[in-house]
């Protein structure tokens, strides 16, 4: 009895394989080596339980290779733009699945339930001069069927040099490789220095970023003419301080800088807030939120991205950035740890897809770098007259980050020639995401 059930079985499997050995399979004759009997076969795979017996029919058209890289204080989905579909518009629903949004814990999908783990970055080799890869940023929504594509973020930008060698789409130099970096949302050149050795990036490292549990190494981005992503120059509205009116609340002075990103920056004290808030504490306060979303929803409505400040959450969810900004304070972060008045030159909070971040955009760090040399403008009122503009300082939620900013000035002319600070990059997981999409 077991040696039939034994032999069925091995029947019933010899059948299944008889769908896939063909001629064109078999290249040669069979060898017989006793009872055994080999057959000479190329290109064969077969799973068991599950699965289909090629890799032609395994991915079906519905699978996309992709890595995971931790850029900075950001996680993100890196693909390759010619793994995608050449219509733009299958894009959107391409990328929610993948993430598994809408859905507050992306349970089916590879996001992490909040805005910096809600990202991807789709690479291409560019054909621009100045430029290594092409780079376009998509933030995805975490609990809204959105994905917006409108400016850029400095966190998934660190994770694209590497990407970049990883994929072969540049040639590494022994030391370090510069990336040139076109970033299509806003139309600039970012420059990546990536520590590389022997053709591959080194990920190891002694250089710590506040946000981020251990050390890795260090990736210098230098933003060029970061300056007026948006076509309107650093000051998009014509002025360093603009009024603006609150329904509900009142009004309000913000500077509206624009550099690697548009932020609209506000004095914490005018909104009844401190600096030092964390993210839990302000995330449970939904009064504090949806004054700062009013903030940012007026604030777009006067760069002329939306005609009605209620609709900001929905059509232009990521630009302007809402920050609110004071002087330094001592104060704790987020693991516990005091940061004190004079480690910090400004204590700073940004908000992220209407929600607190849990650090800094570098994006946003950049823009910050930027409206400090802005004579008047709210964060340079807030920094002292003397303050390092190689070496600012910005006390966040995890600590603080350093950047710069290269400038000059004449004749009252500001021309910011670029911002730059330092994030680290890991590279996670290299696979394949199935299901993505069907044609």
């Known amino acids: 009895m077991a040696d039939n059930s034994f032999n069925n079985t091995v029947e019933s499997l010899f059948k299944g394989m008889d769908s896939f050995i063909t001629t064109k399979t078999v290249v040669g004759d069979a060898i017989h080596i006793g009872d055994t009997i080999i057959l000479p076969l190329v290109d064969v795979s077969f799973g068991v339980a599950a699965g289909a017996f090629s890799q032609e029919k395994k991915n079906n058209g519905k699978n996309i ?3 995971i890289i931790r850029g900075g204080t950001s996680k993100g989905v890196y693909l390759l733009k010619s793994d995608l579909p050449e219509e733009c518009e299958k894009w959107d ?3 929610l699945k993948m993430m598994g949004s809408p859905d507050k814990k992306q349970i089916d999908g590879l996001g992490g339930s909040q805005s910096v783990t809600s990202k991807v970055a789709i690479v ?15 933030q995805v929504s975490v609990d809204k069927p959105i994905v917006s594509y409108k400016g850029n973020c400095g966190n998934i930008s660190s994770g694209v040099g590497p990407f970049a060698i990883e994929k072969g789409l540049i040639d590494t130099k022994e ?4 990336v040139r970096i076109y970033n299509t949302n806003t139309d600039k050149i970012i420059v990546a220095d990536v520590k590389t050795k022997n053709g591959e990036v080194v990920y190891e490292g002694d250089f710590g970023i506040a946000g981020v549990p251990g050390t890795a190494s260090p990736i210098r981005l230098k933003f060029m003419d970061p300056a007026g992503t948006l076509g309107k120059g650093l000051l998009p509205t014509g002025h360093a301080v603009d009024v603006l009116e609150v329904p509900g609340f009142g009004t309000v002075e913000v500077s509206i800088i624009d550099a690697a990103n548009p932020l609209v920056f506000a004095r914490a004290k005018d909104l009844g807030l401190t600096g030092k808030e964390l993210p839990d504490e302000l995330n449970a306060d939904p009064e504090k939120l949806e004054l700062l979303e009013k903030v940012r929803g007026v604030a777009a409505v006067k760069l002329g991205l939306i005609d009605d400040y209620a609709k900001s959450a929905w059509e232009t969810p990521g630009i302007p950035k809402m920050t609110f900004v004071a002087e330094p304070e001592s ?7 005091e940061i004190k008045k004079e480690e910090i030159d ?6 992220s897809m209407q929600k607190t971040h849990p650090s ?12 400090v040399v802005v004579k008047g403008s709210i964060v340079n009122q807030m920094c002292a007259d003397d303050i390092d503009t190689q070496f600012i300082r910005i006390g966040h939620p995890g600590g603080i980050l350093e950047c710069g900013v290269d400038y000059r000035e004449s004749d009252e002319k500001l021309d910011i020639q670029d911002t730059f600070g330092f994030r680290t990059a890991n590279l996670i997981m290299d696979g394949t995401v199935r299901n993505c999409f069907n044609e």
């Open 93 to 95: 629903a391409i990328l």
């Open 65 to 67: 290779p992709a890595m």
């Open 331 to 337: 104060y704790v972060n987020m693991e516990g740890k």
């Open 124 to 138: 291409n080799k560019s054909e621009r001069a100045d430029a290594d890869v092409d780079y376009t940023f998509a």
């Open 360 to 371: 800094y955009a570098m994006t946003g760090a950049m823009c910050t770098a930027a409206a």
């Open 175 to 178: 030391g370090t490789t510069p």
């Open 346 to 351: 400004l204590l700073s909070r940004m908000m």
